[in-house]
Each structure stands twice: as structure tokens, then as C-alpha cells.
């Protein structure tokens, strides 16, 4: 059983549609990061939210960290190719101190 | 430009070889990490090393040992090469704000 469970695992979609990636735990962290990490790379830092019901933008992508700390969601507007890639989220609990990764949603964008 | 460096990026192994996989960086960071990255299995944590001169097992520490060689260096080690190491290996470093990652190893056990 996975602390991080990511939604959906496999997503394929057309240039300018919308969608929202799902990162869910039974565990509140003390702050979730979202990675992506592009065939033959290794995972980039996105971005980290530490506060509940924080949100933060970048560009076209919206992240959100749950107001009880136990969930996290990304949301792509108008997708790109370029947003092609495994997305991971990634975290420590508040009651613990490993770090953990979450399964990942493999986006494939088509132009 | 700062960051972390692997080497090699492919290398295929015979069952029983022996090889040691590098990592460097630049950040000037305490922590790093060697991570292994497989098919439904997601990133495993094999070993981390807190500081120069320490090292500590992971969730995935068995047939692997590692050295911090350095602040900068630190190496992963296969003595004994079985094909369930088949994987993508990751070295990373961070400083509380997030990991940064090699671009990683893709080893092969035949």
C-alpha cells in the first residue's frame, strides 16, 4: 500500500483540453511537492505547498494542497505537449520523517 | 551549471558483475540520496547519506553499498550484479526545499 496514491495513473489527452491530477493520503503532511519528470530525465522540482488550502500558480498549471493537509491536486489549462511527462508528488508526514513518493500520473499530451 | 551529475547513463551488466554507479553535485548540499525507479514500483529509496562521512539504509538497501566519498561525491555500488536490479537509478540532493535529481542511470542486468 502506497502512502501517496496518484489519479489517474494513465491520462491521454488532446492539445487545449483541460485536467486535474489527484495526489490523496490517509496521512497529513507537513508540506506536499509536485515533480514531473520527462522520458529519460529525472523528476523537476514544480512546485511545494506547505499551508492547507493553499494554492499556487505557475504559468498554466494550479496546485492545490488540501485544507486538512492530506491531498493535494494539479490542474493544466489548456494542455500543451510540452506538459508530457510523469507527474509525482512527493512528501514527509507530520508524524513521521520519511520522505515519500507518490505512484505518478503518466500524461501523454497529443498535438 | 549547478546541479547533479550521474554517470554512466546506460551500462548493461552480466549476472555476478560487479560496478559502481557516480554522483556528484554542485550545490553545495549536506543530504544525498540514491534512488531506484522501476515500473509500477515508483521511486524506492536505497540509501541516504545526511552528511559527509555518514550513510543510512533505505526502504530498498539490499545487494547495494554506498560511499560519501565527499561533500560532493557519492556512489552506489552493486557487488554482486542479479538481474532484479534491472532498474533507472537516481541520485538527488536537497535542502529542505525540494529535491534535485540526476538525470539517471538505466542499468541493465542480463
Known amino acids: 500500500t502506497q502512502l501517496l496514491e496518484q489519479s489517474p495513473q494513465f491520462l491521454s489527452i488532446q492539445e487545449g483540453e483541460n485536467l486535474t491530477v489527484y495526489c490523496n493520503s490517509s496521512?497529513?503532511?507537513?508540506?506536499l511537492q509536485w515533480y514531473r519528470q520527462e522520458p529519460g530525465e529525472g523528476p523537476v522540482l514544480l512546485v511545494t505547498v506547505v499551508t492547507g488550502g493553499e494554492v499556487k500558480k505557475l504559468k498554466r498549471l494550479t496546485f492545490q494542497f488540501g485544507d486538512a493537509r492530506k491531498d493535494s491536486s494539479l490542474h493544466i489549462t489548456a494542455a500543451q505537449p510540452g506538459d508530457t511527462g510523469l507527474y509525482l508528488c512527493?512528501?514527509?508526514?507530520?508524524?513521521?520523517?520519511?520522505?515519500?513518493f507518490g505512484t505518478g500520473t503518466s500524461l501523454t499530451v497529443i498535438p | 551549471n549547478a546541479g547533479v551529475t550521474q554517470t554512466p547513463k546506460f551500462q548493461v551488466l552480466k549476472t555476478g558483475q560487479s560496478m559502481t554507479l557516480q554522483c556528484a553535485q554542485d550545490?553545495?548540499?549536506?543530504?544525498m540520496y540514491w534512488y531506484r525507479q522501476d515500473p509500477g514500483m515508483g521511486l524506492r529509496l536505497i540509501y541516504y547519506?545526511?552528511?559527509?562521512?555518514?550513510?543510512d539504509k533505505g526502504e530498498v538497501p539490499n545487494g547495494y553499498n554506498v560511499s560519501r566519498l565527499n561533500k560532493r561525491e557519492f556512489s552506489l555500488r552493486l557487488e554482486s550484479a542479479a538481474p532484479s536490479q534491472t532498474s533507472v537509478y537516481f541520485c538527488a540532493t536537497d535542502r529542505n526545499y525540494g529535491y534535485t535529481f540526476g538525470s539517471g542511470t538505466r542499468l541493465t542486468v542480463v
Open positions: 550545490m553545495n548540499h549536506n543530504s
Open positions: 512527493a512528501g514527509t508526514p507530520s508524524t513521521g520523517n520519511q520522505f515519500y
Open positions: 496521512s497529513v503532511f507537513s508540506s
Open positions: 547519506s545526511a552528511s559527509e562521512g555518514t550513510t
